[in-house]
């Protein structure tokens, strides 16, 4: 196709080349994009043509700009979620860390959490569903943020039925010790032995895009996660919301007869 036969406005244009470079391998994670200078040069077009082509690739999440640097190539690395290996008691006792932190760090990342509230309210409707509890049973709400290499990447807020930690840490304290949330379970007489997770995707709220940072245009992963004791009691339900341009997921199962 000629130039004279090429119908796409110019900006777009250079966003479908510079899409092209990446997919390709031509330019790699981390590297920097031609500035507009130089992208109005190579196509005789104007600095805000280039501009909007470059804003193309950061609202699909395949750019990032860096104030006073330039816009770079976004790390397309995802964070893997072990869906099933998350969990282990083994690893959690040989650590001492939260299913987050030890999946982080195995991966090459640093992890950082950050619970911001404890509050008992009423639970939400497919929360109480899953917990088997009535709408005026209240539950304790925990608000937790994580970060891998001080970047956000996902939000989790978890509900408890009062009536299992009342008077314990998980109903109180912000910071849970060594094993975090599933020991402290376990030192209440609900340890965790499966788990049920719903995954959807859908787009962020605004408050979700702010806290995480988030490109326009990028959606999240809900994960609706539900622990379950070795005698079938669900104990906890934790909504999980990942931004979808930074994680990834990983399920190993058993496959019935």
Not at 147 to 158: I, R, Y
Not at 183 to 194: K, N, T
Not at 225 to 231: K, M, P, V, W
């Amino acid at each position: 196709m000629t130039d004279q036969e090429d119908r796409r406005p110019p900006s777009r244009r250079i966003a479908d080349d510079l899409r092209t470079a990446i997919t390709a391998g031509g330019l790699a994670d981390g590297d920097r994009l031609p500035s507009e200078r130089e992208l109005a040069s190579r196509y005789s077009t104007a600095r805000n043509t280039a501009r909007e082509a470059l804003g193309i690739l950061q609202a699909e999440g395949l750019a990032v700009a860096q104030h006073g640097r330039g816009v770079f190539v976004r790390q397309r690395r995802p964070l893997v979620r072990m869906g099933r290996d998350r969990y282990s008691r083994q690893a959690r006792d040989e650590t001492g860390l939260s299913p987050f932190r030890i999946e982080v760090q195995q991966q090459g990342r640093t992890p950082h959490t950050e619970c911001r509230s404890v509050t008992v309210v009423p639970p939400p409707a497919d929360v109480a569903d899953r917990l088997g509890l009535s709408p005026d049973q209240d539950v304790v709400r925990r608000e937790n943020w994580y970060f891998a290499d001080d970047e956000p990447v996902q939000v989790g807020v978890t509900f408890i039925p009062t009536a299992i930690v009342a008077g314990s840490p998980l109903a109180t304290e912000k910071k849970l010790g060594r094993g975090s949330i599933y020991q402290r379970f376990e030192d209440l007489g609900y340890p965790i032995a499966r788990i049920r997770e719903e995954v959807s995707s859908r787009m962020p709220t605004p408050e979700e895009s702010r806290g995480l940072a988030m490109p326009p245009g990028v959606p999240v992963i809900e994960v609706l996660h539900t622990s379950i004791d070795g005698n079938g009691r669900a104990f906890e339900v934790t909504r999980f919301v990942l931004r979808a341009d930074v994680n990834g997921l990983d399920y190993e199962m058993p496959v019935d007869d």
